[in-house]
């Protein structure tokens, strides 16, 4: 199998989506190392469900790491709140405080300030990669103000300055957390998350595809990622899985 103790780090000026690149590049068989890509402009960045992630040229830091996954296909479900752990916890290090939303989503001030977006791949020779994409808005430039302006956030000064060292963090807190989520699963990321959970104990709808399924006090996440809801009307917690599913404030 693969190791991932290399990591090969590169930087393009322009592509759609660093996230497509990476998984085209598994499915030829190009990566032989755990690869980060980042890219100064995405064009079409990708959220989930084929939602789109706006930027604009250097308004964003926006990168994805190829990872040679060295655990069952199962365990990825809980992969992007791991991830939404590695971002805050490295935030903290840069002086932002920032919040999670379940289950992929890392707010400050209830508006979102970074996107994750988890895809996988088999390699021909049946090798499982996690494609780990994230987005962090620098700032939100006048053109995408008005599609994203009152539900993003952007990073506060000075940290926004100090986008490479950032990047350099992050990289190093997601190989070490790599090791931990594929060695542990999501043991030691379940307290960390809930200590960071932006809507512990309060009232929140549960969207599918804009309607919504669930109303309820959001608790916190179980030890297998799920989302524990204490549904109105005092009936016992409901236990939520991500697949395509939102979540609001009330
Ligand atoms: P939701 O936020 O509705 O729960 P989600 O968490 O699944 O959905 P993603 O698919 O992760 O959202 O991200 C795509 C969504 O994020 C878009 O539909 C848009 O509303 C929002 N968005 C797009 N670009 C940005 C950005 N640069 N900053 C903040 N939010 C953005």
Redesign the pocket.
Known sequence: GHHAEHCQIEVVAETGSTNADLLARVAQRSLSAATLLAAETQTA?????G?????APA??LTFSLAWPFAAPLHALVGLPLAVGVTIAETLADFGVAVQL?W???VLQGG???????IETATAPDRQVWAVIGI?I?LS?PEP?QE??GQ???SLPAPAAQDRDLLLASLLSALVQNMRQFESHGLSTFVERWNRLHAFAGQQVLI?DQGKVLHEGRALGIDQIGRLMLQPDGGASPLAIMAG?I???AK
Not at 45 to 49: E, F, L, S
Not at 51 to 55: E, P
Not at 111 to 116: D, F, H, P, S, V
């Open positions: 960045g990708r959220g989930r469900a939602r789109t992630w706006l930027t308004a964003a939303k289950p992929n989503d508006r979102k300030l970074a996107g994750i977006l987005g808005n939100i995408l599609q994203i539900r993003a956030a969207l395509d939102s979540l609001r």
